[in-house]
């Protein structure tokens, strides 16, 4: 079983800042990639942010210079800072993983954690 449980959610105002965690456990081999996905009401999921390694980032356009990605992979945890918050941020968040685990076979293979809730608003 591998399981991924995201928690930092919640409501703030405009400029607001937030930050999200996601810890992965279970039968992990190796984690080869975390990051955030969002999505908004009647939206498709986005890609928000992924994280390979401290020299391997990826941004959406839209959220570069608010948010930073980092990762604590003694943890298998990653994190999402989440500053000057703007009303089209509320989506609900969900972490992603790529994984190795033994009981899967070969490979590598997606995960995703439940969601949490991010809303944005005065």
């Known amino acids: 079983q591998v399981q991924l449980v995201e928690s930092g959610g919640g409501l703030v105002q405009p400029g607001g800042s937030l930050r999200l965690s996601c810890s992965a456990s279970g039968s992990i081999v190796s984690i080869y990639k975390m990051g955030w996905y969002r999505q908004a009401p009647g939206k498709q999921r986005e890609l928000v942010a992924t994280?390979?390694?401290?020299?391997?980032?990826n941004y959406t356009d839209t959220v570069k210079g608010r948010f930073t990605i980092s990762r604590d992979n003694a943890k298998n945890t990653v994190y999402l800072q989440m500053n000057s918050l703007k009303p089209e941020d509320t989506a609900v968040y969900y972490c992603?993983?790529?994984?190795?685990?033994?009981?899967?076979?070969?490979?590598?293979?997606?995960?995703w954690g439940q969601g949490t809730q991010v809303t944005v608003s005065s």
């Open positions: 992603y993983a790529r994984i190795s685990t033994v009981l899967r076979g070969p490979g590598t293979y997606a995960f």
């Open positions: 994280i390979v390694s401290g020299l391997n980032t």
